[in-house]
């Protein structure tokens, strides 16, 4: 705890994108307590105070069917963060091993596998994430196996590029000619080694994969009304622009800040775990 | 008697898109139970390949032809399976290396790192019986602070004292057979020296056979009992360390000696790259 404090103390930057971030999921796990119109999450409709500028009973302002902008925000931060995990739960093990494989194995596995990344590196991701959402249907499950399948090839090719340099070290011959298997050289030996490398990038990504399912469901192909999502609120919002700026301002501004904490986080782990080894 | 390691007419090539590359002509060379044998000649010559075929190691990789035979302790290690030739690494054969800094996993610390070496030959061994062990290992190499470097990660200690934890590990199962290849290179001549001395009354009072890798002539001719000479995937002359450093009698064999630096100083010959001489069969010393 003292060596974290140190190092935070070292990096104020990192330390207010701890801040941002702990704001980001404080703001979403205790949405029911802090949200002042809890049921505004859902289909609710209130015309006596609709399109309310913020202040007053509404911080954000309300939105055209009159619910509470800032309630709405809160429950979006659950489905963001969501995402993030899921996407990152799922797209990192995936990506790791594949890397892994075609790192250490080398031969055909290095050939196949680093191909087939190459092909879904080679599509631009968002067109590739709306051809998925475009073939099944847009729901929030879908749009998490859209950005999964987009997200594990970084991994993958992130993995092998350290896995082709740690295979040359001695102490992965040193292993293998103490008789470790290959499962335990590559997961044992190697792994631990690409985990600096991996936790940054997954760090950093956090707040990517926040703002492309953002953009997904600004384009209308993630989550569906009336779930509140920043994305689509957004999108909603920019139709209202100029007069009704704050329907598309203040979901923005919350994409803004759980990106660029999740950055600020990042950039400050590259620099402390780049730096020690 | 028969011979700890023996190795007969071995061969490797390598299958490459423009053909086939011969890198071993048929070598041979034994090793009785206890005894140090070195393999010297130059970069390139086939030392390091020969170590790995008797590790099994080169015969995993695609494109790589081994025949001849290489049988440890009478067994024909092309014979058994792969799994039997697998289970024979770590517990009958170790091996260390030229950088033992390097050698182990800079995450792990060193108890970590025993611990596993310790497991090939004892499954599953405790966190506990690993650490009295790997002192009690660690004690025969001269290094009596055990506590502090098990939990020390490798980059925490000196390049001579990770080379004392890699021969204490070497030699933690009690292998039949060691394979030095070019111990300490990357360390500096003093402290190579001490580990030398070190390894050697340590594989002396445990009766491991050593097969000592190595361009140092100086240290082959300290350290092992018997020496071949090897070049350009043949070798050339082999006998007892003493009367193939005092009466060498292959061509190449002589060039190499002369190519020694001294300690008067003067400049050194060349070895020039082919000589027909170099070719001629190989000088047996009885």
Redesign the interface.
């Known amino acids: 705890m003292k060596r974290a404090a140190f190092i935070l103390a070292a990096n104020p930057l990192t330390l207010v994108g701890v801040m941002l971030v702990m704001l980001v999921v404080m703001a979403a796990a205790l949405a029911d307590v802090i949200a002042p119109f809890p049921a505004h999450r859902g289909a609710v409709v209130d015309f006596l105070n609709f399109n309310k500028p913020p202040g007053g009973d509404y911080l954000m302002g309300t939105d055209v069917v009159g619910r509470d902008l800032f309630s709405r925000i809160l429950y979006a931060y659950r489905i963001s963060l969501l995402m993030a995990v899921v996407v990152l739960a799922i797209a990192v093990p995936i990506g790791v091993t594949l890397g892994l494989m075609a790192g250490y194995l080398g031969?055909r596995w290095e050939y196949g596998l680093m191909r087939v990344t190459d092909v879904f590196l080679s599509i631009p991701p968002l067109v590739l994430a709306l051809s998925i959402l475009g073939v099944l249907k847009p729901t929030l499950l879908n749009g998490m196996i859209a950005i999964t399948a987009m997200w594990w090839p970084w991994y993958t090719r992130l993995v092998y590029n350290i896995t082709r340099g740690e295979k040359a070290?001695?102490?992965v011959?040193?292993?293998?000619?103490?008789?470790?298997s290959r499962a335990h050289v590559m997961f044992?030996?190697i792994l631990?080694?690409c985990?600096p490398a991996i936790v940054t990038k997954m760090t950093l990504d956090a707040g990517f994969v926040i703002l492309i399912a953002s953009s997904l469901s600004f384009l209308g192909l993630g989550v569906q009304a009336p779930t509140p999502d920043l994305g689509s609120m957004v999108a909603e919002g920019a139709r209202y622009l100029p007069d009704q700026w704050w329907l598309s301002v203040f979901p923005g501004l919350a994409i803004l800040v759980a990106v660029f904490g999740f950055n600020l986080i990042g950039d400050g782990l590259r620099d402390i775990l780049g730096g020690d080894? | 008697m028969t011979a700890l390691l023996d190795i007969r007419d071995l061969r490797l090539s390598f299958r490459l898109w423009s053909g086939t590359v011969e890198v071993l002509h048929g070598i041979s060379l034994s090793i009785a139970r206890g005894e140090r044998v070195a393999l010297v000649g130059e970069s390139g010559s086939g030392k390091s390949v020969t170590a790995r075929i008797v590790l099994g190691l080169i015969q995993e990789l695609r494109g790589a032809r081994v025949s001849g035979q290489v049988s440890l302790d009478g067994q024909d290690l092309a014979r058994v399976s792969p799994k039997a030739r697998h289970a024979l690494r770590g517990t009958d054969m170790s091996m260390i290396f030229q950088d033992p800094t390097s050698s182990l996993n800079p995450v792990f610390p060193i108890l970590t790192q025993f611990r596993e070496v310790l497991a090939r030959a004892t499954p599953g061994i405790s966190l506990d019986s690993a650490r009295d062990r790997a002192t009690s290992a660690l004690h025969e190499v001269a290094i009596y602070e055990a506590d502090r470097v098990l939990a020390s990660y490798p980059f925490q200690l000196s390049g001579g004292m990770n080379q004392r934890v890699m021969i204490a590990m070497a030699l933690a199962n009690r292998p039949k057979l060691l394979i030095a290849d070019e111990p300490g290179t990357a360390l500096d001549v003093t402290v190579q020296a001490q580990t030398l001395d070190l390894m050697r009354a340590l594989v002396a009072s445990h009766g491991t056979a050593v097969l000592f890798i190595s361009h140092n002539l100086g240290v082959v001719r300290e350290f092992a009992d018997r020496t071949y000479v090897i070049y350009r995937g043949r070798i050339v002359e082999h006998g007892p360390t003493a009367a193939v450093f005092g009466n060498p009698r292959h061509a190449y064999t002589r060039a190499l000696m002369a190519a020694q630096p001294r300690l008067t100083g003067g400049p050194l010959p060349e070895i020039t790259e082919r000589d027909p001489a170099f070719d001629a069969p190989a000088e047996v010393h009885s």
């Open positions: 031969g070290e001695g102490y011959l040193a292993a293998e000619v103490t008789g470790a044992r030996e631990p080694n985990l080894r």
